[in-house]
């Protein structure tokens, strides 16, 4: 099992930063995949951007030269930076990672998420 804790949302005005933190604890040695999702009000939940065991990352086109993912070596960190934010970065931004299970020839993939943090941008 994994749990993880985010924290770093907050208020802040449009063309500002906030860093983004996910904690991680648990089953870390089989974590694979983290990355970030956002909800905002009355809109489903968007990938916003991952990275891999080996470094790899995937942002969404809204978000791409803005903000930056990264993890420490040990899984145990995930971040979120976010910079030139804008009013339609606002929402709940979720913590996601993503484990193998199970044997070689029968290995899952599970997903566990944090709490959320609310971050809020103004205009």
């Known amino acids: 099992q994994v749990q993880l804790v985010e924290s770093g949302g907050g208020l802040v005005q449009a063309g500002g930063s906030l860093r983004l933190s996910c904690a991680a604890s648990g089953r870390i040695r089989n974590i694979d995949v983290q990355g970030w999702y956002r909800q905002a009000p009355g809109k489903q939940r968007e990938l916003v951007a991952t990275v891999t065991t080996r470094g790899s990352t995937k942002y969404a086109d809204s978000v791409k030269g803005r903000f930056t993912i990264s993890r420490d070596n040990a899984k145990t960190t995930v971040y979120l930076q976010m910079n030139s934010l804008k009013p339609e970065d606002t929402g709940v931004y979720y913590c996601?990672?993503?484990?193998?299970?199970?044997?070689?020839?029968?290995?899952?993939?599970?997903?566990?998420w944090g709490q959320g943090t609310q971050v809020t941008v103004s205009s």
């Open positions: 996601l990672a993503e484990i193998l299970v199970g044997p070689v020839e029968q290995v899952l993939r599970r997903e566990f």
